[in-house]
């Protein structure tokens, strides 16, 4: 086992300063726009020598390009262009295919077909049939071109109830272990098969700086060169090894290598933001992945929605043409991600020339894709899309399809019994999970446990199969799913009982560590993140502690009555858990293990003998954070000082490095930089959480829609500004006064913000004017309220349109408010009607002007 030991203890419509608050300038966002904006590093030009040279993958077959040829020479330029557009299976029928010639579908996280979640391999199966032959046929004088149907199946076939889930990348990436991520893949390739889908939109290949980016658990390391090694047995795995007869198809299908590139890399970890760096390393640590991928055969790369040093990759013909395809020999075809082509200045969802002239060859336009299908033929047409870039795109998906035997329809597995989540992909799986887990401390060398004693399994975590598989589980979010939606699967404790069982001991569920009768022996506590996907998942600290306090107050009660505690932590990277660490016995980092928790009990605990089964192996794929402030923690950097290095970590029987006492000072990141105070980012942050309060109890609204009362007074709602479910609509019907409010459990010192010349900042939209005083109030304890009158800015707005307002924190602490101990970052009260969107509430430092006039009204 390797074992470091090294410890060391533009949609915005106008913009609005309130209420006598000029700030002057208007508040910079750390957003990704803001970050483009004001990129200090923007290139002016390139270096094309900091990339290798690399030979196309696949010698060329004269044979398959003269059958391109043929093809082109009787295609359309109409049926030409619907082969670059790639339609979301909710938003096109078989019909819309046949007649728009469109070259793909997909399904998106949480979409199945006929909408029917329980859809069986046979209803998947059904459609993508219906699919392939609405695009062959040639009823009305056609060229048949088979439909090419790509779904993300990036931990298994993650979209089907049933199938078999693997850990996710972070947990692979631990296990060090290339020659099982070649199994895995082609056992997924198996599974995903069976429901006639061609495509995966996997691996992806990012190598992460900043944990607390959204998509860490995508990525297999921070380390490049692990990240280059797994990423071409992932797609060995998936495709089969070029050259054989095999490759790309039967039981194999076409890979993507994802994000080009840079995702991993953005400013503060957020998602779709900026990557500001030097070209040569862009091209040796984020491009790690695609410098294997590419010489394995890969067949398609996905554009990223990131910029790199301010210019969008979709719209970056350097990147995508001069880089990836001529430089990097590349001759698949380029993948845009949903929707990302209306980020290229100039563009917008239904029209972009730019993207197509840039590099890109198939659009993903989900729902909106008859426009784009519409202005993109017109811009064919005009020329404003060369016909050589146009040709060129359509031979490279052609070339795809020809390779991947789409044409002849030879499909084995398709429909086959026997194969999703069948035993031995559960066993390989399982043995993922093994592999994955990190031991991080484990004083006395309390682990392996002996199965024989008397076992209390705790936290939320222990009995949550949702929660054990994360996010890209079902559903997009990997939420709003129950027990019964993973047939097969063994959750953490079901493994940990069936283990104790067999060797005569006793395990016990308790989710909240109460003791009935007699004291157990040991306590298992399994605790942590919660599930999310891409930017929902992005966070503005890396403390665990940050709305998670019941975990910490669990482990210290069960410690206090003398009882050894185990805990088994689940989260997509790593984070701060000094205090979970302090009162912890013994703590492993077992990231998201998906469907096979049984995996975790064969490493937790000895043989009946008491001989260890399977001992710790997994070692960190990215280094632990000491300190809250070290989210960007990777080593040869300077002052790189982690808790637990990259490559950390125990077997049984090793010595435990870490202490008891590790420093627990959540603020010692108060001397660096402050940076933006994310409140509301795409959904609330925490430890902030919205709640809906009027005459009656208040209401938590924890998932998509809640309300106050029978009568449903208040209503708040997920809805998209720019992207999926980034915004909510609050809706008060009037019939008595009320508020939304971002609150927080325990009271939060914020006056750093105010010391710092913060403004609070949103976009907001008006859908229907308020006809009664509304007000923005910052909250401090009962007798602590700062009111400030909003009703009439409102008014200003343009209905249905969004702008951005921004307020001087000033503005409230002249009405009174504490910022020392803030209850509510930011509630919004209306005595009467009113329909309000908002979005992106933070506190933003320097954005209040010094000489701004006092508040007024």
């Given at each position: 086992m390797l074992s470091n030991k090294k410890f060391m203890a533009g949609l915005l419509a106008s913009a609005i300063t309130l209420v006598g608050c000029d700030t002057g300038d208007q508040a910079h966002s750390a957003d990704s726009a803001s970050v483009e904006e004001n990129t200090e590093a923007k290139v002016e030009s390139f270096d094309i020598t900091v990339w290798p040279e690399l030979q196309p993958a696949l010698a060329v077959d004269a044979a398959l390009e003269a059958r391109i040829d043929d093809l082109l020479s009787r295609m359309t330029l109409e049926e030409k262009v619907g082969q670059m557009i790639q339609a979301e299976i909710k938003y096109v029928t078989p019909e819309d295919v046949k007649n728009y010639h469109l070259g793909s579908v997909l399904n998106g996280g949480g979409t199945y077909p006929n909408n029917?979640?329980?859809?069986?391999?046979?209803?998947?199966?059904?459609?993508?049939?219906?699919?392939?032959?609405?695009?062959?046929?040639?009823?009305?004088?056609?060229?048949?071109i088979p439909i090419i149907w790509g779904s993300d199946a990036v931990h298994g076939h993650n979209n089907i109830v049933g199938a078999t889930l693997y850990p996710h990348n972070i947990g692979l990436g631990a296990a060090r272990d290339p020659e099982l991520i070649r199994r895995i893949g082609e056992a997924t390739a198996r599974e995903v098969a069976v429901t006639g889908v061609d495509w995966t939109f996997a691996p992806t290949v990012a190598v992460v700086r900043d944990d607390r980016w959204g998509r860490t658990y995508e990525s297999y390391s921070e380390d490049p060169e692990i990240v280059k090694a797994y990423a071409e047995e992932m797609v060995k795995g998936l495709q089969g090894e070029k050259g054989q007869e095999d490759f790309l198809r039967g039981k194999n299908l076409v890979a993507t290598a994802k994000h080009f590139v840079g995702d991993g890399g953005t400013v503060r970890g957020i998602d779709r933001g900026d990557n500001i760096v030097p070209e040569k390393e862009l091209a040796e640590v984020h491009a790690?992945?695609?410098?294997?991928?590419?010489?394995?055969?890969?067949?398609?790369?996905?554009?990223?929605?990131?910029?790199?040093?301010?210019?969008?990759?979709?719209?970056?013909?350097?990147?995508?043409?001069?880089?990836?395809?001529?430089?990097?020999?590349?001759?698949?075809?380029?993948?845009g991600d949903w929707n990302g082509h209306r980020f290229v200045p100039g563009c917008t969802v239904d029209s972009c020339a730019a993207a197509i002239n840039a590099g890109l060859d198939m659009f993903m336009v989900p729902s909106d894709w008859k426009k784009l299908y519409e202005n993109t033929l017109a811009q064919a047409k005009s020329g404003e899309i060369g016909a050589e870039r146009l040709e060129d795109a359509v031979r490279r998906i052609l070339r795809v399809k020809i390779r991947a035997g789409l044409f002849e329809r030879n499909r084995p597995l398709a429909g086959k019994d026997g194969i999703l989540g069948n035993d031995a992909h559960r066993a390989l799986a399982r043995e993922a999970v093994r592999k994955s887990l990190v031991l991080l401390k484990n004083n006395d060398n309390l682990l392996p446990l002996k199965p024989s004693q008397n076992i209390l399994v705790a936290?939320?975590?222990?009995?949550?199969?949702?929660?054990?598989?994360?996010?890209?589980?079902?559903?997009?979010?990997?939420?709003?799913?129950?027990?019964?939606?993973?047939?097969?699967?063994?959750?953490?404790?079901?493994?940990?009982?069936?283990?104790?069982?067999?060797?005569?001991?006793?395990?016990?569920?308790?989710?909240?560590?109460?003791?009935?009768?007699?004291?157990?022996?040991?306590?298992?506590?399994?605790?942590?993140?919660?599930?999310?996907?891409?930017?929902?998942?992005?966070?503005?600290?890396?403390?665990?502690?940050?709305?998670?306090?019941?975990?910490?107050?669990?482990?210290?009660?069960?410690?206090?009555?003398?009882?050894?505690?185990?805990?088994?932590?689940?989260?997509?990277?790593?984070?701060?858990?000094?205090?979970?660490?302090?009162?912890?016995?013994?703590?492993?980092?077992?990231?998201?293990?998906?469907?096979?928790?049984?995996?975790?009990?064969?490493?937790?605990?000895?043989?009946?003998?008491?001989?260890?089964?399977?001992?710790?192996?997994?070692?960190?794929?990215?280094?632990?954070?000491?300190?809250?402030?070290?989210?960007?923690?990777?080593?040869?950097?300077?002052?790189?000082?982690?808790?637990?290095?990259?490559?950390?970590?125990?077997?049984?029987?090793?010595?435990?490095?870490?202490?008891?006492?590790?420093?627990?000072?959540?603020?010692?990141?108060?001397?660096?930089?402050?940076?933006?105070?994310?409140?509301?980012?795409?959904?609330?942050?925490?430890?902030?959480?919205?709640?809906?309060?009027?005459?009656?109890?208040?209401?938590?609204?924890?998932?998509?829609?809640?309300?106050?009362?029978?009568?449903?007074?208040?209503?708040?709602?997920?809805?998209?500004?720019?992207?999926?479910?980034?915004?909510?609509?609050?809706?008060?019907?009037?019939?008595?006064?009320?508020?939304?409010?971002?609150?927080?459990?325990?009271?939060?010192?914020?006056?750093?913000?105010?010391?710092?010349?913060?403004?609070?900042?949103?976009?907001?939209?008006?859908?229907?004017?308020?006809?009664?005083?509304?007000?923005?109030?910052?909250?401090?304890?009962?007798?602590?309220?700062?009111?400030?009158?909003?009703?009439?800015?409102?008014?200003?707005?343009?209905?249905?349109?969004?702008?951005?307002?921004?307020?001087?924190?000033?503005?409230?602490?002249?009405?009174?408010?504490?910022?020392?101990?803030?209850?509510?970052?930011?509630?919004?009260?209306?005595?009467?009607?009113?329909?309000?969107?908002?979005?992106?509430?933070?506190?933003?430092?320097?954005?209040?002007?010094?000489?701004?006039?006092?508040?007024?009204?």
């Open positions: 029917d979640k329980f859809a069986t391999p046979q209803d998947w199966l059904a459609l993508s049939e219906a699919f392939f032959a609405a695009s062959m046929d040639t009823a009305d004088g056609g060229t048949a790690a992945g695609y410098l294997s991928a590419l010489p394995a055969g890969v067949q398609t790369v996905m554009a990223s929605f990131n910029s790199w040093n301010g210019d969008r990759l979709h719209g970056h013909k350097y990147l995508l043409t001069d880089v990836l395809k001529e430089r990097l020999g590349f001759d698949g075809f380029v993948v936290g939320d975590g222990a009995h949550n199969l949702s929660k054990q598989s994360g996010g890209w589980t079902i559903s997009w979010q990997g939420t709003g799913n129950t027990r019964e939606d993973f047939p097969g699967a063994t959750t953490i404790f079901e493994g940990i009982e069936s283990a104790v069982s067999a060797a005569g001991g006793k395990a016990v569920l308790n989710e909240n560590g109460e003791i009935d009768g007699e004291k157990p022996d040991v306590a298992i506590v399994v605790f942590g993140e919660e599930p999310y996907a891409e930017w929902h998942g992005d966070i503005a600290s890396i403390e665990y502690q940050l709305g998670h306090k019941k975990d910490l107050a669990l482990l210290k009660k069960l410690r206090e009555q003398g009882i050894p505690v185990v805990s088994v932590f689940l989260s997509g990277r790593p984070l701060w858990v000094n205090k979970e660490l302090n009162a912890s016995d013994a703590f492993v980092a077992a990231w998201l293990p998906g469907s096979e928790g049984a995996g975790i009990a064969d490493v937790l605990f000895t043989d009946a003998d008491g001989q260890v089964q399977h001992d710790f192996t997994g070692t960190l794929p990215f280094s632990w954070p000491e300190y809250v402030h070290q989210s960007v923690l990777n080593p040869y950097h300077e002052g790189y000082e982690p808790l637990f290095a990259l490559g950390y970590g125990l077997a049984a029987g090793e010595e435990s490095l870490v202490s008891n006492s590790l420093t627990e000072d959540g603020e010692t990141y108060a001397a660096g930089a402050l940076e933006d105070a994310w409140l509301m980012v795409s959904r609330p942050r925490a430890p902030w959480g919205l709640v809906i309060q009027d005459s009656g109890e208040p209401v938590a609204v924890t998932g998509n829609r809640a309300s106050s009362g029978e009568d449903e007074n208040i209503v708040v709602a997920s809805i998209d500004m720019e992207s999926q479910e980034d915004a909510r609509q609050f809706e008060f019907k009037g019939l008595r006064p009320g508020k939304v409010r971002l609150g927080a459990e325990k009271p939060q010192d914020l006056s750093r913000y105010v010391n710092e010349g913060a403004a609070l900042s949103f976009d907001v939209r008006v859908d229907r004017k308020p006809e009664l005083p509304v007000s923005a109030l910052i909250e401090c304890g009962e007798e602590c309220v700062a009111d400030l009158p909003l009703q009439s800015e409102l008014a200003k707005l343009e209905p249905g349109s969004w702008a951005k307002m921004s307020i001087d924190l000033q503005c409230f602490v002249e009405r009174g408010a504490d910022f020392s101990s803030v209850s509510s970052a930011v509630a919004f009260a209306s005595e009467g009607p009113l329909q309000l969107s908002v979005a992106n509430v933070k506190y933003v430092p320097d954005a209040a002007n010094a000489d701004s006039i006092r508040c007024e009204g």
